[in-house]
Nanobody, 115 residues
Framework: QVQLVESGGGLVQPGGSLRLSCAAS????????MSWYRQAPGKERELVAD????????NYADSMKGRVTISRDNAKNTVFLQMNSLKPEDTAVYYC????????WGQGTQVTVSS
């Protein structure tokens, strides 16, 4: 079955960096695009970035453009989200998602940006 497991979240000071990882299994990873979403308290879940199956095309939401980089390692079935210059408003649960007929989500990883 499809499984997505995020890791790498935590508490970071404003201006800091984090690298999130999402380990995927249960499907042919190198044929499927992947996405990162986030959901802040009291807000709707929103797209952060997505990446094509071969990593050649990426797309970023305006909210974090210029501060995040999505990448993938198809040999390790893993997608990454490098986040820099983090702000308190980036505090959210970050989710990995893919669509194979239906949407599959990971359990999320908490990112808290606070001094």
């Amino acid at each position: 079955q499809v499984q997505l497991v995020e890791s790498g979240g935590g508490l970071v000071q404003p201006g800091g960096s984090l690298r999130l990882s999402c380990a995927a299994s249960g499907f042919t990873f190198d044929r499927i695009s992947m996405s990162w979403y986030r959901q802040a308290p009291g807000k709707e879940r929103e797209l952060v970035a997505d990446i094509s199956s071969d990593g050649g095309r990426t797309n970023y939401a305006d909210s974090m453009k210029g501060r995040v980089t999505i990448s993938r390692d198809n040999a390790k079935n893993t997608v990454f989200l490098q986040m820099n210059s983090l702000k308190p408003e980036d505090t959210a649960v970050y989710y990995c998602k893919t669509r194979i007929g239906v949407d599959y989500w990971g359990q999320g990883t908490q990112v808290t940006v606070s001094s």
